[in-house]
């Protein structure tokens, strides 16, 4: 089946103590849903994880949660399904920040540990399935709406050609889109891990900065939050100048008045363009580029005076094809729910 386009939740806040909408509560009876089935979707990240329980007509609750107030995942799930009534679910799938083998994920910046058996026999779900997040990010790529997508390069898109999906905030994520005949294969890997090319000298100090003897430095070590904070330490050691900064957020606030701290943020994008047109060729993503992640739409400004862009069309002898990728930001948080909810529904119709 295809999933219809969520419908505006029924009930249930974005945050532990807003409502989504001015609609009084009314979760869902422990019976069946009003499409017949009930799926439950997640988006588990190091900062924040949604939950959504829907029917076949669309989301009927959403609840968005801070990751370190909950010591464990289950007790988390608990939570929101009590608040929900207690229905019985059809089928769930959660995207992990973090590898999966087997149906089982351990998150990589929280001690969680999500394993789809163990979750399914708990909450008696008929099934459940743990795929990365970006793998389920991917999946929400189609329902996407124009009013998600900001473009900061046209380009000249091929139908069928893959798609690649890139997002920076508390790690760094990878996926892409492969066509496979009438529907796409999600290829999805632990891409943030692989290694860091600094392209000129302040990248190579920031470089320096990260390198641990025996080590080596990633580009999640330096495009994703706890990156653009080491960008900062990295250049205030090389030109000492300004405050202090530690927190990517507040670093990301001085740019507008400080410059060290506009120069981290510079070095921020130039790397992060860098990482995305490497991909960009790997996959040969004419589908377009998306850029995901919490980060890119905070700093969406920035992105847009062109600096991002400039890098990733710096490929020495494949310059010339950069212009032809299409990059696009991606302003819709909710991307890997609509993708976790997307799979659910459609490995509980073949199974």
């Given at each position: 089946m295809?999933?219809?386009?969520?419908?505006?939740?029924?009930?249930?806040?974005?945050?532990?103590?807003?409502?989504?909408?001015?609609?009084p509560p009314s979760p869902p009876s422990a019976g069946r849903g009003a499409g017949g089935r009930f799926f439950l979707a997640g988006d588990i990240g190091g900062t924040k994880t949604l939950l959504a329980l829907a029917d076949d007509a669309g989301i009927v609750r959403e609840r968005r949660y801070p990751s370190r107030d909950w010591g464990e995942f289950p007790a988390l799930v608990r939570a929101?399904?009590?608040?929900?009534?207690?229905?019985?679910?059809?089928?769930?799938?959660?995207g992990v920040a973090g590898p999966v083998q087997d149906n089982r994920a351990k998150t990589t910046h929280l001690p969680w540990r999500v394993d789809g058996a163990a979750l399914a026999a708990a909450f008696r779900i008929g099934r459940v399935e743990v795929v990365n997040d970006f793998a389920a990010?991917?999946?929400?790529?189609?329902?996407?709406?124009?009013?998600?997508?900001?473009?900061?390069?046209?380009?000249?898109?091929l139908a069928g050609a893959p798609r690649l999906l890139v997002g920076a905030g508390t790690g760094l994520g990878v996926a892409a889109l492969i066509p496979a005949g009438n529907a796409?294969?999600?290829?999805?890997?632990?891409?943030?891990?692989?290694?860091?090319?600094?392209?000129?000298e302040d990248q190579l100090a920031v470089w320096r900065h990260l390198a641990r003897p025996g080590g080596r430095v990633t580009a999640e070590n330096v495009v994703s939050g706890p990156g653009l904070a080491a960008i900062y330490a990295a250049l205030q050691k090389v030109s000492p100048g300004g405050t202090a900064l530690a927190d990517p957020a507040a670093i990301a606030e001085a740019a507008l008045t400080q410059p060290q701290a506009r120069r981290a943020l510079d070095l921020f994008i130039a790397a992060y363009g860098a990482f995305a047109g490497d991909l960009a060729l790997l996959f040969m993503a004419r589908g377009g580029v998306y850029l995901g992640g919490g980060i890119a739409p905070k700093i969406l400004p920035l992105l847009e005076e062109g600096g991002f862009v400039r890098a990733f069309r710096q490929r020495g002898a494949h310059?010339?094809?950069?212009?032809?990728?299409?990059?696009?930001v991606i302003r819709n948080e909710r991307l890997g729910l609509l993708g976790a909810l997307a799979i659910a529904a459609m490995r509980d119709e073949k199974a």
């Open positions: 295809n999933v219809p386009p969520p419908r505006r939740p029924r009930a249930g806040p974005a945050n532990d103590s807003e409502p989504r909408s001015g609609e929101f399904l009590d608040e929900a009534g207690a229905p019985r679910i059809d089928a769930a799938c959660f990010a991917a999946q929400g790529v189609a329902a996407l709406a124009p009013a998600d997508l900001v473009t900061l390069q046209e380009g000249r898109p796409w294969r999600t290829v999805a890997g632990e891409g943030g891990h692989i290694g860091f090319a600094p392209a000129d310059a010339a094809l950069m212009p032809d990728f299409p990059v696009r």
